[in-house]
């Protein structure tokens, strides 16, 4: 779960739209004026990240080795709901395998994915809970021996559309891939390695029925088959953030991305490129703590999960604080 903490740069960005030879020129605009509002965290060293929910807020994952009443070990995952200056454990499920990879709720459907790491060699468990906790559906994608799965595959993001799961990883921190499974059968439908001209991947996310790759310089999008769509020129210098998770959210029609500097965003119906959005020259929590994770939930509202200083080397973030634009 852990990325390199970047140090800090922002210019100005031009945007490309692939495909279309359109150049779009970076426009400075006045950023919008927010309010903020702290939510303190449980303290847990593993983290997913955040995504939205229905009331408005979001919620996270967080994993904890434990103990049965019986002695018996297995993970508990734990889900925290933050809305109304509080966090509220809403959720928790135990998963027997020895690790869990990656957690993803769905806010249309109110179910949670869970990916473990099933007992045997080179395997992967795929669960579906719903908003009870009770297992709805289960698979296993069994990797081969050409395909070299071991400890090498970063998680980054989920989707269960019908009867295909789709699964965005990170591989040997360069290749970017698009894998799509039968849930029903386990039958790999496409393992497919994202083009990019970019050598090393930060984030993906899927939004919609596209994938958004953000690499050193650019976010590059492609649809659930891997085939590229268009491209989005950060910032000059831009992914320096001091972000430990995610640079990147997508909500609606725009890309929201984070570094030290504040919050950026870029219509992706327009060919204005990023603007700035949220300037966090005064903010305290930018200044004083690092970032873990972004989630926008609407056009004026977006969440920062923050660090303290003093606990990014256990990687441990602490509080929410939700923005509200005005």
Same mark, same amino acid.
């Given at each position: 779960m852990k990325k390199f903490i970047k140090s800090l740069s922002l210019t100005c960005c031009t945007l490309v739209m692939a495909g279309m030879g359109t150049l779009g020129t970076y426009i400075p605009a006045a950023a919008k004026s927010f309010t903020h509002l702290e939510i303190q965290m449980p303290l847990n060293e593993y983290n997913m990240p955040?995504?939205?929910?229905?009331?408005?807020?979001?919620?996270?994952?967080?994993?904890?080795?434990? %103990? %049965?009443?019986?002695?018996?070990?297995?993970?508990?995952?734990?889900?925290?709901?933050?809305? %109304?200056?509080k966090a509220n454990n809403t959720q928790n499920i135990a998963c027997s395998d020895d690790w869990v990879n990656y957690v993803k709720s769905s806010k249309k459907d109110k179910q949670t994915l869970v990916v473990s790491a099933a007992k045997g060699k080179g395997k992967l468990r795929y669960t579906v809970y719903n908003k009870k906790g009770k297992k709805v559906s289960e698979v296993i994608d069994k990797f081969t021996k050409k395909e070299k799965y071991r400890n090498n595959m970063r998680m980054q993001d989920l989707l269960v559309k019908g009867?295909?799961?789709?699964?965005?990883?990170?591989?040997?921190?360069?290749?970017?891939?698009?894998?799509?499974?039968?849930?029903?059968?386990?039958?790999?439908?496409?393992?497919?390695?994202?083009?990019?001209?970019?050598?090393?991947?930060?984030?993906?996310?899927?939004?919609?029925?596209?994938?958004?790759?953000?690499t050193k310089d650019e976010v590059n999008v492609y649809s659930l088959t891997g085939k590229k769509q268009s491209t989005y020129k950060l910032p000059e210098g831009g992914n320096t953030s001091n972000s430990s998770f995610d640079d990147?959210?997508?909500?609606?029609?725009?890309?929201?991305?984070?570094?030290?500097?504040?919050?950026?965003?870029?219509?992706?119906?327009?060919?204005?490129?990023?603007?700035?959005?949220?300037?966090?020259?005064? %903010?305290?929590?930018?200044?004083?703590?690092?970032?873990?994770?972004?989630?926008?939930?609407?056009?004026?509202?977006?969440?920062?999960?923050?660090?303290?200083?003093?606990?990014?080397?256990?990687?441990?973030?602490?509080?929410?604080?939700?923005y509200v634009g005005q």
């Open positions: 955040m995504s939205a929910e229905d009331a408005g807020g979001v919620c996270n994952y967080q994993i904890e080795e434990m %103990d %049965d009443k019986n002695g018996k070990n297995h993970m508990e995952i734990r889900k925290y709901s933050y809305i %109304d200056n009867n295909k799961l789709y699964n965005v990883y990170i591989k040997n921190n360069k290749y970017a891939h698009i894998r799509c499974i039968n849930m029903k059968t386990g039958k790999v439908k496409y393992d497919t390695i994202l083009k990019t001209p970019d050598a090393f991947m930060y984030e993906m996310k899927i939004y919609g029925n596209r994938i958004y790759l953000q990147i959210s997508v909500s609606g029609d725009y890309i929201y991305f984070i570094n030290s500097n504040g919050v950026y965003r870029c219509n992706i119906n327009a060919d204005q490129g990023f603007e700035v959005y949220y300037d966090a020259k005064d %903010d305290a929590y930018f200044q004083q703590c690092a970032v873990y994770d972004i989630c926008a939930v609407g056009e004026d509202k977006f969440y920062v999960m923050f660090m303290e200083k003093d606990n990014i080397e256990m990687n441990m973030p602490s509080k929410i604080v939700e």
